[in-house]
């Protein structure tokens, strides 16, 4: 029933709605139902309100752009890698972004007022730096090679990441807590700020991929195809490549190391609804958003009154399911 | 003879290792044209620089008179369909999906199907005998019948000019000659001008109007059949005595038998 995108879509955004409600209402201050509704709608009592608008539903959108993001950065990714395994975090895009914080927070040990304006785009400058300097490696004489690509991602996000440990213990308790909870992936600094423009860039993007989802499945066909039936392979590949690397980035700056999302989720969208990008974009997109709302919950209350790094949630769901899913083929 | 396409001084290799090092070729226009040779002599090669999927170091070639180097590669897939060897569909994409690739060249935008786009996807599934798999996905198909759906993505794209890299290779003799059949059919039928790679010499001399012989990156003969299915040929070719004989049914040369040439047997 559900590989009938017209069943399916409506389900997943119906999902979507509830779990966002319930991730509202979730969390070490639980608010009653009633109270919650009148503050959404009315004006409700000043402290509930704020304690909704400012502080929790900033955190809960952002969960859902980023999961969304995450999302569609892998399943564009797999298409143009030709590669199953690929994701966002595997070309070292987390990597990057973690990197330039570290080396941020080390050299101007203090906080700067600015902190939290600062960390997206250090975050996005360190992914950004690093995409850059593997596709300047992995490709010559106007084509790219996908598989060097991902091999340089991978040495290159470990030769980071190591550094990014040696960074870190010259750090004092505090700031090494905060790198760490940060590469496992923690909603931080979500502001209504952030998340506007989380939607806008996203939304531009997304706009963008779904437009060219046509050239997206002549890409997923192996080169000599793609070519025989007129792709310009080595500009679309290009531009694809570098619009997963900017939501991911973006995503990067706010969630921190998320990185089984853009892995789990379009996998998942494409045993349901097949290859097609032009089924399978919208359907990473909205499981994206389902499973990051689920660790947003999970992470706010499994474990009271601490808060997991919604990482590590996304994790424990994710990674059982997807070895089931590999299991049963 | 008018040329479908024309390569003139083709230097065609893989980076630092030059495959083909000086070459002039020709495909004559609404025939079907075999290029033969022993493994790694470059035919393959030759076929993917002929449809610009592997870049030239040097030389120009022509098609329809025109330099393709002067063509985007969009207004090329117009002119010139490809079928590589042993083509890969993703996993779970269905016949139909795939034959519509080929009019990935005429479509803009997010590509929804024209009424004429449905229509050529419709004939060339009812051409090569698909069209009752359409909705199955490629991947459970056999392999005689996932060949002709290929063949169907190509002949969607609506070229004059159909390049095909080893069509028969991995197929049973008859699902070979049902290929062919479908070629020589397309052939006459809408004029097309086929060029294949293909090992089987038989059935190379039985469907095709001119052969091109290959050995070591450089054609060593080209013509028509009687011309190039020759015992000297297939000698200097593949270093093989070759027993030939008109075949009764198609009066073309056939080979009966054959040994390696200077074996005692």
Sequence with gaps: MFKNVKVLFPCLIVLILLLLVLDIQAGYASIPWNELLSSLFAHGDETTRFLIVELRLPRVLASLLIGIGLSLSGCVLQGVSHNEMTEPGLLGINAGAGLMMALYLL?????????????PLLAFAGAGLTFWIEYKLASNKKKLHPNRLLLMGVAISMAITSLTTILMLKMPDQQYAFV??????NIWGASWTSVLFLTVSMAV??????????ILNALALQEEVSIGIGVNVFKESRLFFVLAIILASLCASIGG???FVGLVCPHLARRIVGPN??????????????LLLVADIGSRTLFLPYEMPIGIVATVIGAPYFLYLLMKN | MELAMEGKQLV???GEKIIIPAMDVKIPKGKITSIIGPNGCGKSTLLKALARILPLQSGDIEIEGVKMSSLKTESIAKKLALLPQGPQAPEGLLVEELVAFGRYPYQKGFGKLSKEDHEHIERAMKATKVLDLKGRSVDTLSGGQRQRVWIAMALAQDTPIILLDEPTTYLDMAHQLEILELLKTLNEKEQKTIALVIHDLNLAARFSDHLIAMRSGTILYEGDVEHVMRKQVLADVFSLDAYIEEDPWSHKPTMVTYKLLHSKQ
């Design chain 1, 180 to 185: 760490q909870s940060w590469i496992a992936g």
């Design chain 1, 257 to 259: 190391g998320l990185s």
């Design chain 2, 12 to 14: 065609i290799g893989y």
């Design chain 1, 205 to 214: 993007i997304f706009g963008l991929i779904a437009y060219k989802s046509r």
């Design chain 1, 107 to 119: 050299l101007f040990q203090n906080q700067s007022p600015h902190f939290s304006f600062l960390l």
């Design chain 1, 277 to 290: 990008y032009k089924k399978l974009v919208p359907a990473s997109v909205l499981i994206g958003g389902v």
